[in-house]
């Protein structure tokens, strides 16, 4: 079949349009909707690459360590991420325990393993082993990770139970935010222009 | 201003998971794999319209008994009740937290509705083949895509707080069947909006 690699077709609108290099920062925006046809990347792959490895860190950090601590007439209590879907998992609510894990663990802990997985071989101009499979799970979980959400919903819940008693961010709260600016960095980004960085006929490759 | 071209009248069509855009006959298999990714090409997303409808209405329903039934049990010492999604906005906002009333409203209140008003609406229109306000209509949807899981608020606060508020005698707060329902109004109208393909919005001006 044959392809058009200069052309680009607005996904909200079906216009074709022959692509352009950007300058710094310019947003391609369709004639026709004004929706964004792909934006000038800041990053080149080592620090994205760089970037998504720090989310992966963070990520650890975001979930292992309480996000809130509370304390009533001496008594202590605490809870992460993880433990907060749980609580859901009680009774009549289980099922909306599964879609709040995915939204602010699962999905975002997928998204990052796998773009440092397609990262640390694009650094070398090279497709991993999977990436087909891999670039296609990234669009489908794209809309699924809500670490935002999930960022207002601790101060939030900060703000609600101060009425009645003592309450402190823990440094999962802080990860959290952390975590939302690295995956904003990395997770949003335009993926489309990797199929390109990673063209066999570009690199010279030899896969068919 | 004369429109740009689109991918049928130059016998292309685009990949919908990595963009790549390839020749194409009109009228000819649907779903040839793409020759870069390997995703199923579509034209338009298939019965687009219908499983949107589908989708928009069950949230509609849920939305019912999620804005009725209580979202959580708070118990502070020996005190008891139940509370629904606005009982919380109004406590907050009796409490003088007025931005949070807010900021909750906003989320669990104004959101839903809007999104079922606007993905209504463009439903109605997109399958009338209306060529009322196109533009306007494709903003109002990327809009839609863009603020639509925020909802998700309440569930993520109900979910912290009862895993917090456990102290045996003292304090206690549960989730309720409230919360479920709105959880599934939220998916439901992301689906809904998912499904939904606004290249139909600018098909009803090819005459």
Redesign the interface.
Known sequence: ?????A???C???????RRYALAPREVARC?????VLYRDSRLDVNQWLALTIAAAIVFVMANTCP??R?S??G?H???TLW??????A????T???V??AL??IVVPFMQITLLVWVLAFARTGQRAPGF?RA??ML?VLR??S?IE??L???L??I???S???QVAPGPGAWATAALLVLTTLTARRDI?WL?EWTDPARAGGTEA | MSRPPRTQQLGLIACHACGLVCHHIVGGNEHVPCPRCGTALHRRRPDSITRAWAFLIAGLIFYIPASMLPVMYTDLLGNGSDSTIMHGIVEFWKAGSWAIAFVIFIASVAVPCAKFLVLGLLLATTQRRSRWAMRERARLYRLVELVGYWSMLDVLVVAIVSALVKFQGLSDIEPRIGILFFGMVVIFTMLSAMNFDPRLIWDADET
Request: charged share 10%; net charge neutral.
């Open positions: 079949m044959q392809t058009f690699s052309l680009v077709a996904e909200h609108c079906d216009s074709v349009f004639k026709q909707c004004q929706a996000v809130i509370i009533l007439q008594v209590s605490e809870t433990q907060s879907a749980v609580a859901l009680h009774g009549a609510t099922p909306i325990a879609p709040t939204s602010i087909a670039m296609r669009v809309p699924w809500m959400v999930g207002l919903g601790i939030v819940a703000i609600k139970l009425s009645f008693l489309h199929w």
